[in-house]
Each structure stands twice: as C-alpha cells, then as structure tokens.
Nanobody, 127 residues
C-alpha cells in the first residue's frame, strides 16, 4: 500500500517556475514507477512525466519536454516535478501516481493504469 500527498502548487505568472512535491508512505516506494498527471478544468486527466524505480529512466509528454524535470529521492520517499517557463495552458490540478509497471507509451496511460493516486495540488498560471 502506498499513500501519496502532493504539495507545492500555487499561483505563478507566465514564464515563472514552481516545484511540486509528492511525499509517499510505505516501505516499498523504491520499487514503484512514479508519475505526474494533470487535469485542466473541463478536460481529461493527462500524463505529464514519469520516472522509473531507480531514477535512471524518465519519460515526458511532448508538451512539457524541455520545461519540466521529474526526479525522485528513494531515501526520502519523495518524487518532485520542477516546472519552468510555465504557460497559462499549464493551469491544472497536478496528481502524483504510482505503478509497479513501466509503459512503452506513457501518453496513452489513463487512470486505471496507475495503482495509487494522490489528491492533487492546484497550479494556476496567469498571463
């Protein structure tokens, strides 16, 4: 069992940066692939970034590649998302999620493809 709690969201101007944090409970955290998804108002939840159990492999959605960086610290049971050059279209609730799998095509992964979810943290980017 893994419990996930996100933090770090807030209001930022376009072009600014935010760092999201996800704290995980459970002794098996280091065995899970971790990912960030987001859901904008009126839209479906979509994949943003993923990192494998060791941190040696990452995957980014096209719309965040080059701007966002996912990282993890297995000693601290945390996974982070550094978001730079934020745009108004990045406004969404950002969710941390965990799975025992690694997918070949992460943008196709939906909610039922992840085993555990946090409750989300809101990011608002003003123009």
């Amino acid at each position: 069992q893994v419990q996930l709690v996100e933090s770090g969201g807030g209001l930022v101007q376009a072009g600014g940066s935010l760092r999201l944090f996800c704290a995980a409970s459970g002794r098996t955290f280091s065995s899970y692939t971790m990912a960030w998804f987001r859901q904008a108002p009126g839209k479906e939840r979509e994949f943003a970034a993923a990192i494998n159990w060791s941190g040696g492999n990452t995957y980014y959605a096209d719309f965040v590649r080059g701007r966002f960086t996912i990282s993890r610290d297995n000693a601290k049971n945390t996974v982070n998302l550094q978001m730079n050059n934020l745009k108004p279209e990045d406004t969404a609730v950002y969710y941390c999620a965990a799975t025992a799998l690694w997918y070949a095509n992460w943008p196709e992964v939906r909610e039922n493809g992840m085993q555990y979810w946090g409750k989300g943290t809101l990011v608002t980017v003003s123009s």
